[in-house]
């Protein structure tokens, strides 16, 4: 809810998240896949496609996921990504200084997607 009104995902909430995903850490798990996707998504706050809230909230539900489960979590993390994009755009939410000053709310497909592959790795 904080990433739909106010752009801003908590580190309380993160730090939370996090202790979660690592109880469901499969220890049998290649860590190499771990380390992986968060150099991908390091490079993709670089390059300003995420913001850094986002890269957190990713970051710590990393290893709540199976790592046969990763690439379909992403994949569908970023498909509801894109259904989050095409709301905000038929609510008018599309005018430029709308996006420049507000962004978008993807907070609420990274925390869909990634229920659904924590779900899945258990």
């Given amino acids: 809810m904080m990433d739909i009104k106010w752009r801003y995902i908590s580190n ?35 390059a300003n496609i995420i913001a850094g809230g ?6 710590a539900f990393l290893p709540g996921v199976n790592t046969e489960y990763m690439l379909s979590t ?10 989050v994009a095409l709301l ?10 709308w996006l420049e000053t507000h962004g978008l709310p993807y907070g609420v497909a990274i925390v869909s997607g990634f229920l659904v ?4 790795s258990l």
């Fill in 12 to 46: 309380k909430l993160v730090l939370l998240v996090f202790l979660i995903s690592w109880s469901l850490f499969d220890s049998s798990s290649e860590i190499s896949y771990y380390i992986a996707s968060g150099v991908f998504f390091s490079f993709l706050y670089a």
């Fill in 54 to 59: 986002d890269l957190k909230l990713i970051l």
């Fill in 74 to 83: 992403i994949c569908l993390m970023g498909i509801l990504g894109g259904c």
């Fill in 88 to 97: 905000c755009f038929l609510y008018g939410f599309s005018k430029k200084d």
């Fill in 117 to 120: 592959g924590s779900a899945a």
